[in-house]
């Protein structure tokens, strides 16, 4: 199974539809939180089109959602998708992923919950920073930001074959990868 992971779009139809062209191919996406409003925190984009965004996603039926920080009833309605779980354990053919936004909890807590209900990949969004490194056996996984990001490098991440990748979406490159 292929899976694709992004996280903190923040409504920009743009930079998503690039990402969404990227992840293509995958069987499944995880969308980890703050789909569609920029929040107050954060500037509106070039690409800002929370409108047609939400449309495209409330076609999709191969993307599950996280809550984030900025996600509210609305973005519920609009996708008429559940949107508003913080976290799940998402088990999708051999694989086990712990879900989470990143808001509410620390790294370590988020990896303890992701140990202890058996995941093999601890995932999260919000900080738009990527992240991919193992800790006590389970791979840890921060897509980054396709919209925001603070590292410098619009991302998402490809799961297949016991492999996790991250992608560069404007030059399509690989950024880094993992066995797990």
């Not at 519920?76 to 053919?93: A, Q």
């Amino acid at each position: 199974m292929k899976i694709g992971f992004l996280s903190d779009t923040h409504g920009n139809l743009y930079w998503t539809e690039k990402s969404l062209e990227i992840l293509k191919d995958c069987d499944k996406i995880l969308h980890l939180g703050d789909v569609l409003a920029p929040g107050p925190r954060n500037p509106i984009t070039d690409g800002y089109d929370a409108k047609s965004l939400g449309e495209i996603l409330k076609s999709r039926e191969d993307i599950t959602y996280i809550k984030g920080n900025c996600d509210a009833d609305v973005d519920e309605m609009v996708l008429d998708k559940e949107v508003l779980v913080s976290n799940r354990l998402i088990e999708w053919g051999d694989i086990k992923i712990y879900a989470t936004h990143g808001y509410e909890e620390s790294e370590e807590e988020r990896i303890a919950e992701g140990l202890k209900l058996g995941a093999d990949i601890v995932s999260s969004g919000h900080t738009h920073i990527k992240v991919l490194k193992n800790v006590d056996e389970v791979a840890v996984l921060n897509p980054g930001s396709p919209t925001l990001p603070k590292d410098g490098i619009r991302s998402v991440a490809i799961y297949e074959d016991g492999i996790i990748k991250l992608i560069d979406i404007e030059n399509i490159e690989l950024i880094e990868e993992m066995e797990i």
